[in-house]
């Protein structure tokens, strides 16, 4: 179908009504979980023909998100669609005001590959939760499963108010030319200008969910064990091509020995000696992403890993010491399984560190002191900070999720995400009886006083 066409269909049935009432937007959510239900298992080939992702991934990292994600809207909806009653000031007396959330109409969702169906679907979620019209682009370089997406949604969704339509940056340059009420996507800083630019023309609002370097701060005082299980788990989840993953480390000097260590004793037992053979290990997204991991390597000391098949898409869980900050591995976000390890001689330096560069997606710290996290959490900036643990905060469908400066703008998740794709429309309301004349004029020196 022509993209203008789309459009007008979108527009048509966004103009009609049909996807104001709760039953409606419950139904769209209760089909698409029945979606993730009966394709399961075609779901998770997918996602492994794309990414090398294990099914126990696949399932906690995408479909089991998405379910709970599905049921903690379905269990809210009703009441996040309920006016919010506010006071009414004594001058507007008598009457009431309110927050009245409102669709915002047909909306464009740009997916990533990483997560090629959370990244798209769990926007979706919150966008029909909303009662919007959606089109859906998911990212090309996550072939399989973006034309299983093509071909499923239809399947069970409204097919006069979602749209997929699949395609490369030509694709995603041609639905940008469109008029939409909002536009959320996911993916890199340089093509988040081109479509903050695009939805410029049209003064449609966006929602830019980027990247960036997301550090993890090691203090001298953590449980140095259970922090490098928790960075090894955060970095190497999806070969490291995870948004959150912890980009690269600042330790304490006085523990960087014990910390690589307990880092490499964490690798081996999650994926063995060799992560070539461990079915839970994932592999890069395509040859050119593969190419620019591998360039890195030279950029410091490997001191554990570094091997990479170019047939394979794989790159061994890496980590590397003595890498300089001017170098492209610490100027330009790894997104893959390589983890520079640097020291620092005190929390003061780390922060000065995070201080000095972008403000991240992700702060992660690890410290067995709560004073020092929190002088770690009150002096930096990062659109999530995660304590003592990596990744996790994702979970809670009660935080939001999202960047600040260059990693990106507003949020999503739960309440967050309905908001996002909602209007909350302030409404006044009076009645007639009682309209005194103080607030007409003429203005009398009597009334001025009053
Ligand atoms: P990508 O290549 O999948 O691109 C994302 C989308 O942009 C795709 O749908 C693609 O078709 C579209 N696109 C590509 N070129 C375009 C162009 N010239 N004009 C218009 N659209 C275009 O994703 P990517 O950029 O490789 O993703 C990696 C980045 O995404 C990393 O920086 C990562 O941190 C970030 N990311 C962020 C989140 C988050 O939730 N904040 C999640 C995943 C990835």
Not at 57 to 75: A, M, P, V
Not at 186 to 199: F, L, N, Q
Not at 311 to 326: G, L, N, S
Not at 413 to 442: A, I, L
């Amino acid at each position: 179908m022509e993209l203008s066409s789309l459009m007008q269909r979108l527009r048509h049935t966004y103009v009609s009504g049909l996807t104001r009432s709760h039953a409606w937007r419950m139904t769209q959510l209760k089909q698409l979980a029945l979606m993730l239900e009966t394709h399961g298992a075609e779901l998770l080939e997918a996602l492994h023909s794309d990414l090398g992702k294990s099914q126990a991934e696949g399932w906690l990292t995408e479909l089991g998100y998405l379910t709970s994600d599905i049921e903690h809207t379905c269990k809210r909806l009703r009441k996040w669609m309920q006016p919010t009653r506010v006071s009414q000031p004594l001058m507007a007396w008598p009457g009431k005001s309110f927050l009245q959330p409102e669709p915002l109409g047909v909306v464009l969702i740009i997916g990533a590959w990483n997560y090629p169906l959370q990244l798209l679907l769990s926007p979706l979620i919150a966008a029909l939760a909303a009662g919007n019209c959606v089109v859906l682009k998911p990212s090309e370089l996550a072939p399989a499963t973006a034309s299983l997406m093509a071909r499923l949604l239809p399947d069970y969704l409204a097919n006069e108010a979602v749209q997929v339509v699949n395609g490369g940056a030509d694709t995603a340059q041609a639905l940008l030319q469109q008029r939409f009420d909002h536009i959320m996507y996911t993916g890199g800083g340089r093509v988040g200008r081109i479509v903050m630019k695009a939805a410029a023309e049209h003064l449609t609002p966006v929602t830019l969910e980027l990247g960036g370097k997301s550090p993890a701060v090691v203090l001298a005082d953590a449980d140095i064990k259970t922090a490098a299980r928790r960075i090894a788990w955060g970095k190497w989840l999806n070969a490291g091509q995870t948004c959150i993953a912890p980009d690269y480390v600042l330790v304490d000097e006085s523990v960087k020995e014990p910390f690589l260590e307990a880092l490499r004793e964490a690798i081996e037992s999650f994926f063995g000696d060799d992560a070539a053979d461990a079915d839970d290990y994932g592999m890069i997204v395509n040859e050119q992403h593969w190419q620019r991991l591998v360039d890195y390597l030279d950029q410091g000391t490997l001191y554990y890993g570094g091997e990479f098949d170019r047939q394979a898409r794989y790159i061994e869980p890496t980590i590397m010491t003595e890498v300089a900050t001017d170098s492209p591995v610490m100027q330009e976000e790894i997104f893959g399984p390589l983890l520079p390890v640097l020291t620092v001689p005190n929390l003061a330096s780390a922060i000065e560190f995070i201080r000095d560069r972008d403000k991240p997606l992700a702060l992660y710290g690890f410290s067995g002191s709560t004073r020092s996290l929190q002088q770690l959490t009150e002096q930096t900036h990062a659109g999530n900070q995660c304590n003592n643990d990596t990744l996790m905060f994702m979970l809670n469908p009660k935080l939001p999720f999202g960047g600040v400066g260059p990693s990106g703008m507003g949020r999503y998740h739960g309440k967050f995400g309905f908001d996002t794709f909602s209007h909350q429309k302030s409404v006044m309301q009076r009645p007639f009886w009682f309209d005194p004349n103080f607030r007409y004029p003429p203005y009398t020196s009597f009334k001025q006083k009053l």
